[in-house]
T-cell receptor, first 113, second 113 residues
Framework: DAGITQSPRYKITETGRQVTLMCHQTWSHSYMFWYRQDLGHGLRLIYYSAAADITDKGEVPDGYVVSRSKTENFPLTLESATRSQTSVYFC????????????FGPGTRLTVL | AQSVTQPDIHITVSEGASLELRCNYSYGATPYLFWYVQSPGQGLQLLLK??????LVQGIKGFEAEFKRSQSSFNLRKPSVHWSDAAEYFC???????????FGTGTQLKVEL
């Protein structure tokens, strides 16, 4: 089914472990985004990508790494998870122009113990 | 830097009553403005967006929003709320560099039957 998917939907991990959250979109959208959602903060941009092999930092990039070797995939890696990274993570994508809607995935709820 | 303020964290309305959710923005030029809705456990869905032209924008599910440049506002309205409208609503402004959007902290809507 076409759209934007995230996996896993739920993840529990321990402090210091590496975790990778996956994001896949079937529309061939140029732009992809990673947000985290925390109570009282709304959505904050972690990283974004304008195209394959082009990524840039958002508002809260520390502790995260991204890559985009293929247009359709945009994985987010927590290299050494911390409790402060417990959050709900959303991936989104949009087409080329800056007036285009961002389409969101269902989210990944990550708990770091 | 662009920013969005949603002054109301929680709003409760009775089913059938009218609704207005407030959104104020800060942006250096003519903004692009969006309203998204998030149902529990779901990703964000676009309700409506404003780029230019008519300042009253119609969206899905019977929602509308009015862009008021003089007040830097983009308030969301619905004449008669349904119980299924209970959700969290986010206002966003853009574009930032790289098609970035800046989101507000959200307004949680509760609908009393």
């Amino acid at each position: 089914d076409a759209g934007i998917t995230q996996s896993p939907r739920y993840k529990i991990t321990e402090t210091g472990r590496q975790v990778t959250l996956m994001c896949h979109q079937t529309w061939s959208h140029s732009y992809m985004f990673w947000y985290r959602q925390d109570l009282g903060h709304g959505l904050r941009l972690i990283y974004y990508s304008a195209a394959a092999d082009i990524t840039d930092k958002g508002e809260v990039p520390d502790g995260y790494v991204v890559s985009r070797s293929k247009t359709e995939n945009f994985p987010l890696t927590l290299e050494s998870a911390t409790r402060s990274q417990t959050s709900v993570y959303f991936c989104a994508s949009s087409e080329l122009t800056n007036t285009d809607t961002q389409y969101f995935g269902p989210g990944t709820r990550l708990t770091v113990l | 830097a662009q920013s969005v303020t949603q002054p109301d964290i929680h709003i409760t309305v009775s089913e059938g009553a009218s609704l207005e959710l407030r959104c104020n923005y800060s942006y250096g030029a003519t903004p692009y403005l969006f309203w998204y809705v998030q149902s529990p456990g779901q990703g964000l869905q676009l309700l409506l967006k404003y780029f230019s032209g008519d300042t009253l924008v119609q969206g899905i599910k019977g929602f509308e929003a009015e862009f008021k440049r003089s007040q830097s506002s983009f308030n969301l309205r619905k004449p008669s709320v349904h119980w299924s409208d209970a959700a969290e609503y986010f206002c966003a402004v853009g574009p930032g560099g790289g098609n970035k959007l800046t989101f507000g902290t959200g307004t949680q809507l509760k609908v009393e039957l």
